[in-house]
């Protein structure tokens, strides 16, 4: 039988197998497997979660150590090559200042003065001059390297504090997480059936990285998104804005900043935010996911003049997230809005959440 011929007869025997696995579903994670859980169960299984998003966390932590301590290298050699700069630099600005303390300028200056004719008293006023701007550079060059290493030993020990407060918060995670898991060890072999017990944390671990995950942060990108938005809602609320003098006022309704919400994105349909005292929550559900964000706003000045939203509790599906995950979730997205964008010589003062109300409180910025 010829070579062809053989291989269409094989590939004629695989190509139902191969069209049957083909149409035969993927299996797709989109139940939270922990449902029906124990109490008991459900404490482990918050312990496996924390232990998940602080490892996540450690890595974090690790590759930023990295970083930071690249740039303390290169921030080192940097400094080494302006030391041998400036060593140059001081010399040349030693020679200059030696030939002012010794009057060696002086003499140039009286043979400026001394000139018998216009003509000699242009030429000698231009080589005065270049020599007056040679000093000048000189001496410049020495204050600006002088200034530069200044600038980079200060870097250094910025970064250096980085560093040293990052392997302390490693150092804290790691003991966290060995607690965590020794408690869902101890669990585990308590539990009535150990394996089922195992398959349910591997599997509810696997949805919480494949699903939770991304379903969180597709609502924090929204709400982020919304954020951008709520300067322009603000100046067309009628009656949001009441000035007092150098005083504004801002008053925003929870109902108000609902309806804003869900006309920005329909993920707000099934989520809603409410106004407590010094408190603020949202929450919602979609099918079998549900998220809970408490957290407060404050004033901040550094960098800019801002009202920013803290994440104080985040809970999925009747989870609540480590304070690590909270803290990520506030760097990677920009809940607080900019008073500024609304008033332009204003900055904020007070911000202040009471029954479904959010103040605030803007003064002239001179």
């Known amino acids: 039988m010829k070579p062809y011929n053989r291989r269409l007869r094989i590939l004629c025997l695989l190509l139902p197998m191969l069209c049957l696995s083909l149409l035969r579903p993927v299996p797709e994670l989109r139940a939270d497997p922990s449902a029906g859980a124990s109490t008991d ?44 700069q400036i060593q140059d630099q001081q010399s040349r600005a030693g020679a200059v200042i030696r030939s002012y303390y010794m009057g060696e300028r002086e003499g140039l200056l009286v043979a400026v003065l001394s000139a018998k004719d216009l003509g000699s008293l242009i030429h000698m ?33 910025k970064k250096t504090a980085d560093l040293e407060e990052m392997k302390s918060n490693l150092i804290e995670q790691r003991a966290r997480v060995s607690a965590l898991q020794q408690k869902v060890d101890q669990g585990i072999a308590s539990s009535s059936d150990p394996e089922a017990l195992k398959n349910m944390i591997e599997e509810f671990t696997l949805y919480w990285e494949n699903v939770g995950l991304n379903e969180v942060k597709t609502y924090f990108d929204a709400l982020a998104s919304a954020m951008n938005d709520l300067p322009e809602f603000i100046q067309n609320q009628d009656g949001a804005i009441r000035t007092n003098g150098t005083t504004y006022n801002i008053d925003i309704k929870e109902d108000d900043l609902n309806a804003f919400l869900r006309s920005k994105n329909d993920l ?99």
């Open 41 to 84: 169960d459900r404490e482990i299984l918050q312990n496996s979660l924390s232990v998940v998003e602080i490892d996540r966390e450690i890595e974090r932590i690790t590759a930023q150590q990295e970083t930071i301590q690249q740039e303390l290298n290169k921030l080192s050699g940097q400094l080494e090559d302006k030391l041998l």
């Open 268 to 366: 707000f349909k099934q989520f809603a935010f409410h106004f407590g005292e010094d408190e603020i929550t949202a929450s919602g559900q979609s099918g079998t996911l549900s998220l809970e964000v408490q957290g407060h706003y404050s004033v901040e000045e550094q960098p800019q003049n801002s009202i920013m939203f803290h994440v104080d509790k985040l809970v999925f599906n009747g989870y609540e997230l480590p304070d690590t995950t909270c803290r990520q979730m506030e760097e990677e997205f920009d809940l607080g809005f900019y008073p500024q964008q609304i008033v332009s010589f204003v900055k904020a003062t007070e911000v202040k959440s009471t029954d479904k109300n959010l103040h605030v409180t803007l003064k002239l910025s001179m």
């Open 125 to 157: 006023y231009d080589v005065y001059d270049m020599i007056m701007e040679h000093d000048r550079t000189v001496l410049d060059a020495y204050q600006s390297e002088y200034k530069e290493i200044k600038n980079t030993k200060l870097a250094m020990e």
